[in-house]
């Protein structure tokens, strides 16, 4: 096999171009739009204004920045993941808002997508707002 430069292709890396990620959409390699995996987070506290805590952390949101701002972008915004703990995330807002509120749920696109899916049992298939179907990742877990 020969790469599109014209020397011999030496390895594969297949895996993220079925999901998409922050990452890659700043790289131009796909859109916001094009992004299929998400993290669906809920809003477990508001201790301020402008501060955001959900129950989303390092052990649903992978840590790698990649050279970007945030740990993960909540979809329909500009805004980003600022902190993680194991269990939760922090949203700086920029300015006072009181939106979202505790219990509202926001999709969160990672910054690295291969990363989440080694996190979960299983991936929701979500179409609009119905999950249409459940599949286990077969892989989970299997780094040798």
Known sequence: MWAPGGGPVTERRPGTYIYYD?????????????CALTILATVVSRPTATRVVLDTGSKSLTSDLLGMEGFGLVMG???TIKALSEEHGVIEMPVASDWPRIGE????IPNHACVISNLFDKVHLVSGDAVVDSVPVAARGRVD
Do not use: C, G, P, Y
């Open 77 to 79: 915004t500009e805004l």
């Open 22 to 34: 922050r990452f890659q959409v700043r790289e131009h390699a796909a859109s916001l739009d094009d």
């Open 105 to 108: 749920r926001l999709r969160i």
